[in-house]
Structures are given as C-alpha cells and as structure tokens.
C-alpha cells in the first residue's frame, strides 16, 4: 500500500526571518576573535576547536551565528574545516588600544556587513534617527522580523560606537568608495603611512613621507633612501613635515623596473642619494641622484646636464653684472 503524503497542519505559520545580520555586535565578535588568539596565535585552528576557544561547546545555531558575524566582519575566515584570523583581525588583536592601523581595522569591520553599510548610507546625510523609528523602519522596508529587531538595533548603535562612528558623516559613502575604485587616500609629502607587502605589515611603526617621484608610483620614507610602491602604502593620517628644509621633492624619472634577478625583499626600488655643497655666502648646491648608473651613457649624461647647469649659472652672474654696470 502507497504512503499517504501528510497534509500540513492548519496551523502552521510560514516562518517570517530577517534579512541576513551578524548575530553579535563588533565589540563582542572582537572579543571573541580575541580569545582565539591568545589560544592559538596566528594558526589556522580546526573549526570545533575555534568554537571551543570562543566559548561554544560544539556546533549549535548559536555559535554558528557567531561564526557567520566573524566572517560578515571581516575577521577570519575558513578554509578546509580551518579557522584563521585575517589580516584585519591580526592588527586588532596585535596591537595595542589606540593604535591607528587597529583603530582603521576596526571601522573597516563596522562598515562590512552589507544591511550594515546599506543603514549608514541610507541615514548618512541626517543621522540616526531615535530607536522607535529606526524600529519601524527596519520592521517595514528591511522587513525584519518584529522579535529580532531589537536585538540588532542594540548590536548596531554599540558597533558605531566601538569603531568611532556614530556621526555618520564620517562614513565615506559607497557610491564614492565606487567612484574611488575603492582605493585609499594617496599618500602625499608628510602622510604617515603604512607598508604591506606579500600580505605582510613590513613597519613595526607608521612612517612618514619624505619624497615622492614624479610619476606618484614610488614614495621615500623616514630612516630610508629606498623607493616603496605607493600602491602598497596605506594612509594612516594626512599631515605635513614640521620643519620645510626636511621636505624632499624626488623630480627623477620613474626606476626602471627590476628584473626578475635583481628583485629581493631588501631591494624594492633604487635608491636615491642627496649631495649638498656650500659654495659661498648663501649660495649652495644640492643634487638628487635617484638609482645606480646602468651603463657609462648615464655617466656622461650626469656630466652634460652639470656643464649645462653651470653656462645657465655663468650667463645669469653675466646679465646681473651688465646690469650692475649700467646702473
């Protein structure tokens, strides 16, 4: 005899879920990512003993809500049944409160979940409004689910709050990250920067710009004379070198690129050397060499472009002095 198909109960309810939301707020997901670390560094962990590590006996729905908000942050991510913090995560639990590379981190987070980014810039020009109405709001365009929205609002408001952004305004939009081409502030003369390189932070300290080639594609930084790529630098803070004589503005042509026998990690770009002469009173010479000599053509340019630069010296000291004469 054929089964009989069972009819669905007359009261039963078609389940009404949320868009999808970290379960946990930034603050609690960091302290969690926190515990992992102190456990196992920067391993990668076998994912119940992640769970273990961040308090939760086994795989039920609560850690695994807890694990997908890690992951909508940006904080780890998994591979082959591994955990492991990303690059994001390490800087804000390597290093210590108040540094700005973990502060950056932080409000990278903030803004990753999407129904997180779409909140902010959809009340970005006016600010958040009370919690009543963003209630509403949620319940009735975003079409959450009455019981939960609560518990989101709360996680919300305390991720602004934990990453410095309760002013909204702060926040770049993303119709403008787009128009960026989601590149960061390019360094400039002054700009405190960061270098990561292979996926690795190179600066155990931010660093300051002190020179930048023509084209923009390499910058010199405090304490060296060797080229960094620009697109490898983060912006930590915009400023400008105190004091003007420390201003270095690199005019060269672009380094050629290395070959693939010269590329090293202790060889980015070539290096640049300063020479200064005091001649006599106030009048002195500086010149900027940028790489090493290739062939003897580059010696016997160095040298043409000297002799110019003395005929244009020679023929200014002669016009000053007929001018001199006649007065």
């Not at 210590?96 to 987070?109: L, N, S, Y």
Request: proline residues 7%; charged residues 25%; contains cysteine.
């Amino acid at each position: 005899m054929a089964e009989q198909p069972v009819p669905p109960k007359k009261d039963q309810k078609p389940r009404h879920r949320s868009p999808n939301y970290p379960g946990i707020g930034l603050r609690a997901a960091v302290g969690k990512i926190d515990a992992l670390y102190k456990a196992d560094g920067l391993a990668a962990s076998p994912k119940l003993a992640a769970l273990k590590h961040m308090g939760y006996e086994r795989l039920h729905s609560e850690a695994a809500r807890t694990l997908s908000a890690l992951k909508s942050f940006g904080l780890v991510e998994e591979t082959n049944d591994r955990i492991k913090l990303t690059q994001r995560g390490i800087e804000i639990v390597a290093r210590p409160q108040g540094d700005p590379i973990r502060e950056k981190a932080i409000k990278e987070c903030a803004v990753s979940p999407d129904i997180y980014q779409l909140i902010m810039e959809e009340y970005r020009p006016t600010g958040l409004p009370s919690d009543a109405s963003l209630k509403s709001d949620l319940i009735t365009v975003r079409k959450f689910n009455p019981t939960a929205v609560d518990g989101f609002v709360q996680d919300f408001r305390d991720t602004l709050e934990f990453a410095g952004l309760s002013d909204l305004k702060v926040v770049e939009s993303k119709q403008s990250q787009e128009k960026n081409g989601g590149q960061t502030v390019l360094p400039q003369i002054g700009s405190l920067v960061q270098w990561e390189s292979g996926g690795q932070i190179q600066f155990t300290e931010p660093k300051r710009v002190r020179g930048l080639t023509e084209d923009g594609l390499w910058a010199f930084v405090d304490g060296s004379d060797t080229g960094l790529p620009v697109k490898e630098l983060t912006v930590v803070s915009v400023g400008t070198i105190e004091k003007p004589a420390e201003r270095i503005a690199v005019v060269s042509p672009a380094p050629k690129p290395l070959t693939p026998e010269l590329a090293s990690p202790s060889l980015v770009a070539p290096k640049m050397r300063s020479y200064s002469w005091a001649l006599s009173g106030d009048f002195s010479a500086k010149m900027e060499l940028f790489g090493d000599a290739r062939a003897d053509e580059d010696i016997d340019a160095l040298a043409e472009y000297v002799q110019i630069t003395i005929k244009a010296l020679k023929r200014s000291l002669a016009a000053q002095k007929t001018v001199s004469g006649k007065n």
